[in-house]
């Protein structure tokens, strides 16, 4: 992967791509004030250069602010509770720049799987394995083939994969050493609060933290996690398993979204 040079106008995409009033994290700054304010653009970039070159940023920008949202009425059981984790927009705006780096590194060099669905730009998410399955049901059933299929659903897979896997996955790749370095020394930062109607845990002894899987709420989670998983694709395709269509095309191994596997 080419060194990466954050530049004004990396930062003014980013920005742009993002929604304007979606909650901010502690920083408390929404994308909205980041696009009207373009002036501070240069300023950010290199603060985003010194940040990746030194190969550290504060603990601030790698805490996030855990809502504790109830499912239903009953909130003495904690299971009943639904965490969704903000981020401050800051260190969304550097981890969006660093995910499109990461992204066009691996889309020139075709590393990622055909069957990973999740986190493709330009695909139809869901849609495209279910008519490839709907395609091979219509075809066994027509042509009466034997068919097996298994489904595996991963338990809490966005909160699993251990921090060595991921970064060792960056490496496997070919990811940039300075982002590399950079993205491990934020891991060993990451923290969240628990937030409960409106009140937060703030005492430093209430952080709480990431210790296993990735960091949820930034744009570069759901590719780094798909890029975890890549390799188990590899062995798949390599199998020599799978079903053709017709004699002589490509076989369909397995059918990848994110971490639901088929």
């Known amino acids: 992967m080419d060194p990466v040079i954050i530049t004004p106008d990396d930062v003014a995409e980013a920005v742009r791509r993002a929604p304007n009033w979606k909650s901010p994290g502690l920083d408390g700054l929404h994308h909205y004030w980041l696009k009207g304010f373009m002036v501070c653009h240069a300023v950010l970039a290199r603060q985003f250069q010194e940040a990746l070159d030194q190969k550290s940023l504060p603990s ?18 904690p299971s009943n509770y639904r965490p969704i984790t903000s981020l401050p927009t800051i260190y969304k705006t550097l981890t969006s720049i660093l995910s499109a780096r990461i992204i066009r590194h691996l889309n020139s060099n075709q590393v990622m799987s055909r069957a990973q669905n999740g986190c493709r730009g ?35 897979a966005f909160d699993s994969v251990p921090h060595t896997w991921l970064k060792r996955v960056l490496e496997l790749y070919k990811v940039d050493c300075t982002v590399r370095d950079f993205l491990g020394q934020c891991m060993g930062q990451w923290s969240t609060i ?65 971490d639901d596997l088929k």
């Open 60 to 77: 601030l920008f790698t805490t996030g602010i855990t809502h504790l949202v109830p499912k239903d009425r009953d909130s003495t059981d």
């Open 122 to 156: 330009g695909g139809r998410g869901t849609k495209e394995p279910l008519l490839i399955d709907a395609v091979i049901g219509k075809v066994v059933k027509r042509n009466r083939r034997n068919l097996s299929a298994a489904w595996i659903d991963y338990k809490k």
């Open 194 to 258: 628990l937030c409960h109607l409106g009140e937060r845990m703030a005492a430093a002894e209430n952080h709480i933290r990431i210790r296993m899987g990735n960091f949820q709420g930034d744009c570069l989670s759901p590719t780094w996690f798909c890029l975890s998983l890549n390799p188990l694709s590899t062995l798949l395709e390599g199998s020599g398993r799978g079903f053709q269509l017709r004699r002589g095309g490509t076989k369909v191994t397995h059918l990848f979204y994110m």
